[in-house]
């Protein structure tokens, strides 16, 4: 799986879109691009996925380069409920079970 | 609907003790796999399955055993707990191979 570069900590006021940045350069064409997130002493929980495309979901909206060599995760209107920390995934949708977790980027949302 | 159900949430054993971390899912998914999270760092994955009766090593294997007997559990197994599995231990499930993960709570313990 490719490796993935996030900042260590962000700030965003509540209200405001919170957009986070990934940085996958050496990403393959086969590997998507997934993000979860884990509240505080909280299991992990899926965020939202995608390939080359961007989406949107309930939560969130993926956007991610046309070289697909970063994307960024869109928090559309962050409450306070959003502090977390963040994780940005690369891998193949086949043949690999595991999901490489790195150390994420903590997000904290300012009232 | 529970999701991904883990027992116990709190454990503490002592150096050489065995136990086992029982994780359930009622979403009759086929995969299931168990991390740990250490302070400071991402999850790592100890073992998977990708069905019943089939089971494989993850990144970090050594001194956890599992099986799959049903859909429904796979329990994780500490042969002889040491003081380096001290951590939190996530479960989790999902449908098939490239759909997204559902975690349970944690396990989190400590070997004293």
């Known amino acids: 799986d490719a490796k993935t570069t996030q900042p260590t900590s962000m700030d965003c006021a509540e209200g405001r879109a919170a957009n986070l940045p990934c940085n996958h350069s050496?990403?393959?064409?086969?590997?998507?691009v997934y993000w979860y997130r884990q509240i505080h002493s909280q299991g992990p929980q899926y965020i939202i996925h995608?390939?080359?495309n961007n989406e949107t979901n309930e939560m969130a909206s993926l956007i991610i380069t046309e070289d697909r060599k970063s994307s960024t995760l869109i928090l559309p209107h962050a409450t306070l409920r959003d502090t977390a920390v963040y994780y940005c995934?690369?891998?193949?949708?086949?043949?690999?079970?595991?999901?490489?977790f790195g150390t994420g980027t903590r997000l904290t949302i300012i009232p | 609907n529970a999701g991904v159900t883990q027992t116990p949430k709190f454990q503490v054993l002592k150096t050489g003790q065995s136990m086992t971390l029982q994780c359930a899912q009622d979403?009759?998914?086929?995969?299931m796999s168990w991390y740990r999270q250490d302070p400071g760092m991402g999850l790592r994955l100890i073992h998977y399955?990708?069905?019943?009766?089939?089971?494989d090593q993850g990144e970090v294997p050594n001194g956890y055993n599992v099986s799959r007997s049903t859909t429904e559990d796979f329990p994780l197994r500490l042969l002889s707990a040491a003081p380096s599995q001290t951590s939190v231990y996530f479960c989790?499930?999902?449908?098939?191979?490239?759909?997204?993960?559902?975690f349970g709570q944690g396990t989190r313990l400590t070997v004293v």
């Open positions: 979403m009759n998914h086929e995969y």
């Open positions: 050496t990403i393959s064409g086969n590997e998507y």
């Open positions: 995608g390939l080359k």
């Open positions: 995934i690369v891998r193949v949708s086949f043949g690999n079970e595991k999901l490489t």
């Open positions: 989790a499930s999902k449908r098939s191979m490239n759909t997204e993960a559902f």
């Open positions: 399955s990708v069905g019943a009766g089939i089971t």
